[in-house]
T-cell receptor
Framework: AQSVTQLGSHVSVSEGALVLLRCNYS??????LFWYVQYPNQGLQLLLK??????LVKGINGFEAEFKKSETSFHLTKPSAHMSDAAEYFC?????????????FGSGTRLQVQP | DTGVSQNPRHKITKRGQNVTFRCDPI?????LYWYRQTLGQGPEFLTY????????KSRLLSDRFSAERPKGSFSTLEIQRTEQGDSAMYLC?????????????FGNGTRLTVT
């Protein structure tokens, strides 16, 4: 069964600093990978996804993530944090081989941005 | 695109009562998902519909839970004989046709509190 591990339930950065949120997956085949963001009392919004092709994926709000098969990782980065980036971030995986449609989510990382 | 709509936003009920939530997906999205999210955790998959057919159910979906999607449009999730452990955010998501790389569009959720 596939699974997702997000290292660090809370990450705090200063405004303007680099954001790095870690995600490692466990899957028997290269999966499809997603990052979602959740603001308080709202649903999840897609930031970016990796399916096939280029391993560096750019998303909305200046975020990007790199798929590294050798490390089974899909870490999310942003060069310069903004106060509006404060939210909870979830990494998710789906299995392209089984045809199972549901996503498996990690437990999330709460990002705090200090002024 | 008016987004995924969920009602009610909040529901407080006493243990043992039945509750029903409604989800209106994005029109023309034939796939609809229900997830449950508890505090500090990522969403957990409950069930999935393609049009009116319920194609997958999680082990989390005990016999007290039932979901329907009549005519392949809106969906309802009913919990019978609620327990305090049912307190959570219930999220609905929809997606258009396509493979497991199709991103999910989430509603803002229904927060259930069982007292």
């Amino acid at each position: 069964a596939q699974s997702v591990t997000q290292l660090g339930s809370h990450v705090s950065v200063s405004e303007g600093a680099l954001v790095l949120l870690r995600c490692n997956y466990s899957s028997s085949v290269p999966p499809y990978l997603f990052w979602y963001v959740q603001y308080p009392n709202q649903g999840l919004q897609l930031l970016l996804k990796y399916t096939t092709g280029a391993t560096l994926v750019k998303g909305i709000n200046g975020f990007e993530a790199e798929f590294k098969k050798s490390e089974t990782s899909f870490h999310l980065t942003k060069p310069s944090a903004h106060m509006s980036d404060a939210a909870e971030y979830f990494c998710a995986v789906s299995d392209p081989d089984t045809g199972r449609r549901a996503l498996t989510f990690g437990s999330g990382t709460r990002l705090q941005v200090q002024p | 695109d008016t987004g995924v709509s969920q009602n009610p936003r909040h529901k407080i009920t006493k243990r043992g009562q039945n509750v029903t939530f409604r989800c209106d997906p994005i029109s023309e999205h034939n796939r609809l998902y229900w997830y449950r999210q508890t505090l500090g955790q990522g969403p957990e998959f409950l069930t999935y519909f393609q049009n009116e057919a319920q194609l997958e159910k999680s082990r989390l979906l005990s016999d007290r839970f039932s979901a329907e999607r009549p005519k392949g449009s809106f969906s309802t999730l009913e919990i019978q004989r609620t327990e305090q452990g049912d307190s959570a955010m219930y999220l609905c998501a929809s997606s258009p046709g396509g493979g497991p790389n199709s991103p999910l569009h989430f509603g803002n959720g229904t927060r259930l509190t069982v007292t």
